[in-house]
């Protein structure tokens, strides 16, 4: 685990705790037990919120990296948390005597449980006798178990069972775990609509509203002093002070805060408990409220920072031959964002030389996620000089992708087309054969309007499309294809002499 996510899991836990709770005494008035429980109801900082955010910013790698796994763990230790605080308010009638030995237990048998279940899946699905479905539910299946086995041996600590568990199996090597990535995709949105749907039904604004200005005063708290301070936990690390500054403007609150609230302030209204009818409203207005300054504030900084990722169209090119340098450099200057990736010396050399970005970090096409400078790419450009290889490239890459994403150069006249679900980077009557020559001799892509005409000689290969606010995610190939809707913009890449 990175040393910047492990200090603000732990130092910015204890330091959002316990001023959140000092904040909800002394600007809200709450009562200390109830004030120690808002606290820690609200140190979770969910992934459903962040990383919606790091999309909008596209802030560097190291950045995006810390705060999307601080907010993977903030959510089940600050639901663990508030969870002990609340057994500790129920048992003890009202006074607050927080248990450590509580937390220790419920955290060591959810770990416990979790590791043993673990074990358990991973042979299974090593054997390779299950189907991808299978897989799913296999897997599935094993996480209610140890999230049940959890709860049974010691209440509520079944959240840090399952949240162990997908740490072991994300972090193993023995089985690949991107199966469950389109089954997770497609369940998430649903049930987190559904999940807020339900939330906000039982909300009642005008509570909100009587917050006033005190509960602005909280939530300005949490987000100038608070988070600041969280993140001041990170000094002496390998992380900048202007990285550090974007992390402090990213912390909102999400579906997690506000699925406990209304089940803890419910409960202690009912147990009678003064000032818990408080605990939800002040919750979601710290939702709102931290959502919106993180919105607004995060780009902001960003951009006076100089780290708001750019929002040029951005090409990464798998293998760097001599056209797709000489592509890349062309497109580059006509203000696209070009990324190489390759392992071969003389290429890493050429695109260096050229002025173009190069990784060579190993790569895994069923895992883009995990590829450097990756995120936030319009389209891939398969273009090694080897066939079966950008097939292998293509097909993997594009059950994780979207097919539009994914272009390959055409393999040889004869070669055997196992895979067509992707778009061609060249067109099909000029062989990159051909191409190479004519860079070889001295000719070099361009880039033109498609109303320009073009030099004597030029050769157009590919067009280019973009939407008119030039969308980091709006850049498309078009070669062999009709004509595209009049509502995006054509440029024609071209070998001239």
Same mark, same amino acid.
């Given at each position: 685990?990175?040393?910047?996510?492990?200090?603000?899991?732990?130092?910015?836990?204890?330091?959002?705790?316990?001023?959140?709770?000092?904040?909800?005494?002394?600007?809200?008035?709450?009562?200390?037990?109830?004030?120690?429980?808002?606290?820690?109801?609200?140190?979770?900082?969910?992934?459903?919120?962040?990383?919606?955010?790091?999309?909008?910013?596209?802030?560097?790698?190291?950045?995006?990296?810390?705060?999307?796994?601080?907010?993977?763990?903030?959510?089940?230790?600050?639901?663990?948390?508030?969870?002990?605080?609340?057994?500790?308010?129920?048992?003890?009638?009202?006074?607050?005597?927080?248990?450590?030995?509580?937390?220790?237990?419920?955290?060591?048998?959810?770990?416990?449980?979790?590791?043993?279940?673990?074990?358990?899946?991973?042979?299974?699905?090593?054997?390779?006798?299950? =189907?991808? @479905?299978?897989? #799913? !539910? +296999?897997?599935?299946?094993? &996480?209610?178990?140890?999230? %049940? *086995?959890?709860?049974?041996?010691?209440?509520?600590?079944?959240?840090?069972?399952?949240?162990?568990?997908?740490?072991?199996?994300?972090?193993?090597?023995?089985?690949?775990?991107?199966?469950?990535?389109?089954?997770?995709?497609?369940?998430?949105?649903?049930?987190?609509?559904?999940?807020?749907?339900?939330?906000?039904?039982?909300?009642?604004?005008?509570?909100?509203?009587?917050?006033?200005?005190?509960?602005?005063?909280?939530?300005?708290?949490?987000?100038?002093?608070?988070?600041?301070?969280?993140?001041?936990?990170?000094?002496?690390?390998?992380?900048?002070?202007?990285?550090?500054?974007?992390?402090?403007?990213? =912390?909102? @609150?999400?579906? #997690? !805060? +506000?699925?406990?609230?209304? &089940?803890?302030?419910?409960? %202690? *209204?009912?147990?009678?408990?003064?000032?818990?009818?408080?605990?939800?409203?002040?919750?979601?207005?710290?939702?709102?409220?931290?959502?919106?300054?993180?919105?607004?504030?995060?780009?902001?900084?960003?951009?006076?920072?100089?780290?708001?990722?750019?929002?040029?169209?951005?090409?990464?090119?798998?293998?760097?031959?001599?056209?797709?340098?000489?592509?890349?450099?062309?497109?580059?200057?006509?203000?696209?964002?070009?990324?190489?990736?390759?392992?071969?010396?003389?290429?890493?050399?050429?695109?260096?030389?050229?002025?173009?970005?190069?990784?060579?970090?190993?790569?895994?096409?069923?895992?883009?996620?995990?590829?450097?400078?990756?995120?936030?790419? +319009?389209?891939?450009?398969?273009?090694?000089?080897?066939?079966?290889?950008?097939?292998?490239?293509?097909?993997?890459?594009?059950?994780?992708?979207?097919?539009?994403?994914?272009?390959?150069?055409?393999?040889?006249?004869?070669?055997?087309?196992?895979?067509?679900?992707?778009?061609?980077?060249?067109?099909?009557?000029?062989?990159?054969?051909?191409?190479?020559?004519?860079?070889?001799?001295?000719?070099?892509?361009?880039?033109?309007?498609?109303?320009?005409?073009?030099?004597?000689?030029?050769?157009?290969?590919?067009?280019?499309?973009?939407?008119?606010?030039?969308?980091?995610?709006?850049?498309?190939?078009?070669?062999?294809?009709?004509?595209?809707?009049?509502?995006?913009?054509?440029?024609?890449?071209?070998?001239?002499?």
């Amino acid at each position: 685990m990175r040393p910047a996510v492990l200090r603000l899991i732990t130092l910015g836990v204890l330091i959002t705790w316990g001023l959140g709770a000092v904040g909800a005494i002394l600007l809200l008035g709450l009562s200390t037990p109830i004030a120690v429980l808002v606290g820690a109801i609200l140190i979770v900082s969910g992934p459903t919120v962040v990383l919606p955010l790091l999309s909008f910013v596209r802030p560097p790698d190291r950045v995006r990296a810390t705060l999307k796994w601080e907010g993977v763990m903030m959510d089940p230790i600050g639901a663990l948390v508030a969870v002990v605080v609340f057994a500790s308010l129920t048992a003890s009638n009202g006074l607050s005597t927080f248990s450590v030995e509580q937390f220790v237990l419920s955290l060591a048998v959810g770990v416990g449980s979790g590791l043993i279940f673990a074990i358990l899946l991973v042979p299974i699905l090593a054997t390779h006798r299950l =189907s991808g @479905r299978d897989k #799913v !539910a +296999a897997t599935l299946m094993m &996480v209610v178990a140890a999230f %049940l *086995v959890a709860d049974l041996v010691y209440a509520d600590s079944g959240l840090a069972a399952a949240l162990v568990m997908g740490i072991a199996l994300i972090n193993q090597s023995r089985v690949n775990m991107t199966y469950i990535d389109e089954f997770k995709a497609t369940l998430i949105p649903i049930l987190l609509g559904i999940l807020f749907i339900l939330l906000a039904a039982n909300i009642d604004v005008g509570d909100v509203i009587k917050l006033g200005l005190p509960g602005l005063a909280f939530v300005a708290f949490l987000a100038f002093v608070v988070r600041p301070l969280a993140v001041l936990t990170t000094a002496g690390l390998a992380i900048t002070w202007k990285e550090r500054f974007l992390m402090m403007t990213i =912390s909102a @609150r999400g579906v #997690v !805060a +506000a699925a406990t609230a209304p &089940v803890f302030g419910l409960a %202690l *209204v009912d147990k009678g408990m003064k000032g818990a009818d408080e605990i939800v409203p002040v919750v979601f207005l710290v939702i709102a409220g931290t959502v919106l300054i993180s919105a607004i504030l995060s780009p902001l900084v960003a951009r006076s920072l100089g780290m708001l990722g750019k929002s040029a169209p951005s090409v990464f090119f798998v293998g760097a031959p001599r056209w797709a340098t000489a592509l890349g450099t062309a497109l580059e200057a006509a203000g696209a964002e070009v990324r190489f990736w390759t392992v071969d010396s003389v290429q890493i050399e050429r695109a260096k030389t050229a002025g173009l970005s190069v990784s060579t970090e190993p790569i895994d096409p069923r895992d883009p996620d995990r590829i450097t400078g990756l995120s936030g790419v +319009a389209l891939i450009a398969i273009a090694t000089t080897d066939d079966a290889l950008n097939q292998l490239f293509a097909y993997e890459l594009s059950q994780a992708l979207e097919p539009d994403q994914i272009y390959r150069v055409p393999g040889p006249e004869n070669a055997l087309e196992v895979v067509r679900n992707a778009g061609r980077l060249i067109r099909t009557d000029v062989g990159i054969d051909e191409v190479e020559k004519r860079i070889e001799s001295g000719q070099e892509f361009a880039v033109f309007d498609s109303d320009a005409e073009l030099p004597d000689g030029a050769v157009p290969l590919l067009v280019l499309e973009t939407t008119r606010n030039l969308s980091h995610l709006d850049l498309f190939f078009y070669c062999d294809r009709p004509d595209s809707p009049q509502r995006r913009l054509r440029r024609v890449a071209a070998l001239v002499p």
